[in-house]
């Protein structure tokens, strides 16, 4: 009796956390909570489990009615990105591998973070996060593999490309947040290319302003992908089991390159063994994908990887593409 009345509020609790598209999820202290999202549904396991080993009556078995029904909760959500998708079956199309990259200045290392551009070639890719002299230092170590660049006049974004940039600008789009829109020539083909890097949503007043600035994104996303190929990529600062995350794929008609591909965390990750802080020991738990690279419908996805995040505290998001 004392067990069960014990495990009613964990239960509930987890029953109510694994359906994201509730209204609750909408909510700033629930966005956060929500990073967790992989822990509880392991918690639900672990206590599915623990129940089928205990002996009981009525009460052990509804609490394992409701658990089964988290965890399938839990399954459902985290299960449809590994399901293939058909259009990815699909062949030709010009190939384009594209990266995205939080540095993360404050550990930034220019040897290190050479050293992994070069382990890693791709044919553009944003890096997130350095200031303008690191930027300046890196491209003078890849300017033989990435001879064009521009460097956003705000939010601390540069892109790197193999091939011609055209009409590169730094836009906020209303917004509080600055992002890199440009358009690169990829073989006589033009690909509008923007990254993005919305802050945290650690306070309400970040939580509101990043997501008016997906909405903003994906507004663009909307228009542009009808007149060009489009990738946005960046950090998002959003989990991909976000309502956020959700509403900008239905209102700008991109696509995630993890869909079909499996879900890729992408922070915290400590890959260099450097002594952690008591706050970065907690943030080392999480592992949440919030670097994301969405592409338009008409392009399909060969391959989705996360290297190792160097001395950075994300790991980078690579995809390999085929633009129709």
Known sequence: ???????????????????????????????????????????????????????????????????????????????????????????????????????????????????????????????????????????????????????????????????????????????????????????????RVVIAHPLAPVSRYNFIHRNEAMAALATYGAQQQQQLPTVIMGDFNLVSWSTYFRDFIQQSKLRSVNLGHGLHPTWFYNDVGRSLSPLDQAKNVLKIPIDHIFVSQSVSVDQVATPPAGVSDHRPVIAKLRVM
């Open 1 to 191: 009796m004392f067990l069960s009345i014990l495990l009613w509020p964990i239960v509930l609790t987890l029953l109510l956390l694994s359906f994201t598209p509730g209204g609750w999820y909408k909510l700033w202290l629930f966005e956060l909570i929500g990073a967790g999202y992989l822990w509880f549904a392991l918690l639900t396991l672990a206590l599915l489990c623990a129940l089928l080993l205990l002996k009981g009556g009525r009460r052990r078995r509804q609490l394992m009615v409701v658990l089964a029904l988290a965890l399938g909760l839990y399954v459902s959500t985290l299960g449809s990105w590994y399901v293939p998708r058909l259009r990815d079956a699909k062949t030709g199309g010009m190939p384009l591998a594209v990266m995205t990259y939080n540095v993360n200045y404050q550990l930034w290392d220019t040897a290190a973070v050479t050293e992994l551009v070069r382990s890693h070639p791709v044919d553009v890719f944003g890096l997130v996060e350095p200031f303008k002299e690191q930027a300046a230092e890196l491209r003078d170590n890849v300017q033989d593999l990435y001879p064009h660049y521009y460097r956003a006049t705000g939010g601390g974004l540069s892109l790197f490309s193999r091939y011609p940039i055209a009409d590169a600008t730094t836009e906020n789009l209303d917004t509080l947040y600055h992002s890199l829109f440009a358009v690169v020539d990829v073989k006589g083909k033009a690909i």
